[in-house]
């Protein structure tokens, strides 16, 4: 059975969603504030995720994690994500799972996905709310241990998370 896809937007489809909730690791600020970011006491949520997820392995922020969001987003509800993490997806060298941390949102923790070998690529894309104007931070963890990030900065207009 073949789907024939009708919008422009970018999608996914069903397979490709299973395949990237198998597989991939992301995170953290820009190198020169990642500290203050993590410092501030208001983000005493955020720094519980980090510290589980990494296990206090410093995180290096490099081109190899890609994480696009828009500069600005109107409405907070439906803000479009996309990551990418450059591996080779081999048993040697791998990414084994990524997290998505959002640091003013109620709740930081957006996704946590794994990666193996057979993913064959570690990327993902979908919609997230955003509570207000803030962070998002993408946390990559090979299969050697090491943990990759990125972050992007987004201006919320509406916010995604008011009830």
Do not use: W
């Amino acid at each position: 059975m073949t789907h024939r896809r009708t919008n422009t937007q970018p999608t996914i489809t069903r397979r490709e969603a299973i395949i990237g909730a198998v597989s991939c690791a992301v995170f953290i600020a820009d190198p020169a504030s990642s500290a203050s970011v993590l410092a501030a006491p208001d983000n005493a949520a955020l720094l519980e995720e980090i510290q589980r997820f990494t296990g206090g392995t410093e995180v290096v922020m490099d081109e190899r994690v890609t994480l696009e969001l828009p500069d600005s987003a109107e409405n907070g509800h439906i803000v479009p994500l996309r990551l990418v993490v450059k591996s080779p997806m081999t048993d040697e060298d791998h990414v084994s799972e990524v997290l998505l941390l959002a640091e003013a949102n109620p709740k930081p923790r957006i996704a946590a996905l794994e990666f193996t070998p057979e993913c064959g690529r570690c990327a993902f894309q979908t919609r997230v709310r955003l509570a207000e104007s803030q962070r998002v931070f993408a946390l990559a963890r090979m299969n050697n241990g090491s943990v990759y990030g990125a972050s992007k900065g987004v201006k919320v207009t509406i916010s995604g998370c008011a009830g």
